[in-house]
């Protein structure tokens, strides 16, 4: 979501965690090719309408928009050469790239690409009501007024194409993180003839014809549940950064770890994660010992949602309907949410992916990444340990940063439970209360952290108190009530661990606001409700919450008093319990590599500088070591910081 981008647990963010494979073997085509895995087919390649990851990860490679990331995470220009913004904030102009084109799947010329193609791609996504929209509503000058029909010229709307070459958006407020936002697929452009020629067959999901492209690759073919192949698009603007002729993505749904570092040691995958837990790991850790390296934890999260407002159980374990009410009636109560959050042991959690000895790594105990913005010396995690106490003593003394169990606690979920148990009880509920927890069957991992979760949670709290009923399925049914859910209603599930999140733009703004009453579509996928009026809502307080974030957004000219509104937001929200992070949901992985550490782009946020955009990505012939792959991160993280600094002194060059 996901960069406003919905990670599926069950599909593509099993694989973030793991980065998982590559392959820089000769093509029985021509030149070298870039092998992948992938597990989750995308519902449309229409990609400024949705913010699934299984869209965005497919089409990123394909088309390019105005900036994107070099290899420090500084934005660079794209198919905008340059970019001006004015001194209040309110107005970015963008020089467009002469001489980009569109091409079609077969590689054909189609047209230019000029400036009024991203006013035609957002048009198209707000015609479309876009599960990205948001991102550009509240944003835009004029936009709220086109999308509630207030306004039915989108001619008014603050995106113009000043002439050919020349873009200009108009804001309502100024946004110091805008730039960053252009990045994302949102914003990317559409040709407005080949649009109109499509209809409604535009971003087709399984017709790489259905759309154009003017990225580093064309998208070739894609067949369900078995493979995603792209080709170097030769006419590409920047082919020189461009090191693969051919990628191809074979569909893999979890069931045979062992196959991918099999794969790996035949030459097939230029880089594998491993798993310390499968049965051949012995002899994987003898092979390659000092070659297994850890990747660093990246900003995305998954961790466990709460349904509170569950409507449909056609995939449950209760038998009755008094359990059903008692289930709802118990996901309301804010100390009974906090006796399952304090329950979950999340080291053991993360253990069953990442073994004993690296399953710390990867632990994340709060929503947004604790270091993902600064207050001056003071991290954004740092700040949210300061204002957590003010919610209740049982915060004191919480460390939330990442690589540790922070919130772990039996003694505190004992005392919780205890607490809400007699509130309960007055309300007529019956215990044990029985928590649906669905899961992919094929995916070991999931099903493996699925059951210490109830391990954990039914030890602390007591078997006779709280079940957790593990219900295995098909991926197919899995994602049709969690990830592809139509509508809340379809929302089958009391909790889950088949949420993930990854931000879309470089401010606290990109998580927090997911959860605000009014994010619908967010909203049904993490809490199971999709009206901003719900009753179940305002039982657990979010209104409080919405609050909260307006406050936080409205400061523009402070952003460390931004940061520290933000981190009130982001207390709230953990003391809640409504949603319970577990662990990173990419990266603090165990790896094998073939391919030079750090020759990616690099972002936290958007689709052009994730493990799934293959630009700028270099093979190399021998196996990295751990010993240099560590010293290729400590140059990186010199070199970074310096190239960081020299960045932002170079923005005031733009401001006119």
């Known amino acids: 979501m996901k960069k406003s981008k ?3 647990l069950a599909g593509v963010a099993l694989l973030s965690v793991g980065a998982l494979a590559a392959c820089s ?7 070298t090719t870039y092998s992948y895995v992938y597990q989750s087919d995308p519902e449309t390649l229409d990609y400024v309408s949705t913010s699934k990851a299984t869209t965005t990860d497919t089409v990123t490679n394909g088309v390019d928009g105005l900036l994107g990331y070099d290899k420090y995470g500084n934005l660079i220009p794209s198919v905008a050469k340059d970019w001006t913004v004015s001194a209040d904030g309110l107005t970015y102009t963008y020089k467009i790239r002469k001489g980009v084109k569109w091409y079609t799947s077969d590689g054909e010329e189609y047209a230019d690409v000029t400036a009024k193609d991203f006013v035609t791609g957002l048009k198209h996504a707000a015609d479309k009501k876009s599960e990205g929209i948001y991102l550009a509503k509240d944003s835009v000058v004029g936009l709220s007024d086109y999308l509630s029909g207030a306004n039915k010229d989108f001619s008014k709307v603050g995106v113009k194409a000043l002439d050919d070459y020349t873009l200009q958006y108009t804001l309502k407020q100024a946004e110091p ?13 559409i040709n407005e003839d080949f649009l109109k020629s499509k209809g409604n067959g535009f971003g087709k999901s399984t017709d790489p014809s259905s759309i154009l492209y003017n990225g580093p690759f064309i998208l ?14 030769e006419h590409y603007w920047d082919k020189k950064n461009v090191h693969f002729d051919n990628v191809k993505l074979s569909y893999y749904d979890g069931s045979d770890q062992e196959s991918l570092e099999r794969n790996f040691t035949d030459g097939v995958y230029s880089k594998a994660r491993v798993f310390p837990t499968s049965s051949n790991y012995s002899s994987v850790e003898k092979e390659y010992k000092n ?14 949602g709460v349904n509170i407002d569950r409507q449909s159980y056609k995939h449950t374990a209760k038998k009755t309907d008094i359990e059903k009410e008692s289930t709802k009636k118990a996901l309301l109560n804010k100390d009974f949410r906090q006796s399952v959050n304090f329950s979950i042991d999340r080291t053991a959690y993360s253990a069953q992916i990442n073994g004993k000895a690296g399953a710390a790594q990867a632990i994340r105990n709060i929503f947004v990444k604790p270091e993902f913005v600064y207050a001056g010396d003071k991290s954004f995690g740092e700040l949210v340990s300061e204002k957590l106490p003010s919610y209740g003593s049982e915060w004191s003394g919480i460390n939330v940063a990442d690589g540790q169990d922070g919130i772990y606690n039996t003694n505190k979920a004992k005392e919780k439970f205890e607490k809400a148990k007699a509130a309960l009880q007055a309300e007529g509920v019956q215990f044990p209360i029985h928590l649906d927890f669905p899961v992919d069957e094929s995916a070991k991992t999931a099903v493996a952290r699925a059951q210490s979760v109830k391990q954990t949670v039914e030890e602390a709290l007591g078997k006779e108190n709280v079940v957790i009923d593990i219900n295995q399925m098909s991926s197919d049914d899995l994602n049709n009530i969690t990830y592809y859910a139509s509508n ?11 949420v993930a999140w990854g931000p879309d733009y470089e401010d606290p703004s990109t998580y927090l606001d997911i959860f605000k009453t009014t994010a619908s579509e967010n909203t049904k996928t993490f809490m199971g409700f999709d009206d901003p009026n719900s009753a179940a809502a305002a039982k657990v307080g979010l209104k409080d919450y919405d609050t909260l974030v307006d406050a936080a957004s409205k400061e523009t000219n402070d952003l460390n008093l931004r940061y520290e509104r933000y981190a009130d937001a982001q207390a709230w929200l953990t003391d809640s319990s409504l949603f319970m992070p577990t662990m990173v949901n990419s990266g603090a992985a165990p ?9 990616g782009a690099y972002s936290q946020i958007g689709n052009k500088g994730v ?11 021998d196996v990295v070591t751990k010993k240099d792959y560590d010293s290729a991160r400590e140059k990186w993280l010199k070199e970074k910081k310096v190239s960081n600094d020299k960045a932002q002194k170079d923005l005031a060059k733009h401001v006119k």
């Open 220 to 233: 070739k073919s894609l067949t369900a549940k078995s493979s995603i192949e792209l080709t170097k698009n």
């Open 291 to 304: 070659d297994i390296f850890y990747t660093q934890p990246g900003p995305e999260i998954q961790g466990i």
């Open 591 to 599: 790896m094998i590599s073939r391919m030079v550490p750090f020759s």
């Open 25 to 31: 073997s000769k093509s029985s085509t021509s030149g």
């Open 488 to 498: 809340a209603a379809a929302e089958d599930w009391d909790i889950s661990n088949g």
């Open 177 to 189: 993180y805008w730039n960053s936002k252009v990045t994302y697929s949102l914003f990317w452009p």
């Open 6 to 8: 919905w990670l599926a």
């Open 611 to 621: 493990d799934t955009y293959f630009k700028y990505l270099k093979p190399q012939k």
